[in-house]
């Protein structure tokens, strides 16, 4: 079975990747929102993630890719964009920050408050 997300033509040996708008769906998300959220409903640190910011009183946006209509081609093109495997995929001012890992540790540094106040 192979990959939904390109496919082959083995006579012009080219491959064609359908994720390529995806990519740009993404970029242009991330760049409209300060603070974006690529995440799941059922996913444990997905709700972490958005709770952590919740408490720290921290605006920020999300979509939920299993409500979407794309969410397996958007998901290959977050997989593709970040190198990152699973939600949530957090993004500050366009630029992929990281995850709930990356997202805790920089709270706790002040880092993010520092990235979200920059111009």
Known sequence: MGCQCSTF???NETR???SEPFMDI?????SENEL????????EQSKAA?????RNKINFEYFELDNMNDEGQVFNALQTLTGRQSTPF???????FGSLKELQKSLESGQ???ALKQE
């Open 50 to 54: 958005k709770a952590l910011l919740r």
């Open 16 to 18: 064609i990747d359908f």
């Open 26 to 30: 993404v970029k242009s998300q991330s």
């Open 90 to 96: 957090v993004f500050v001012k366009g630029i992929f």
């Open 36 to 43: 974006l959220i690529y995440s799941r409903t059922n996913c």
């Open 9 to 11: 033509d083995r006579n």
């Open 112 to 114: 993010l408050v520092k």
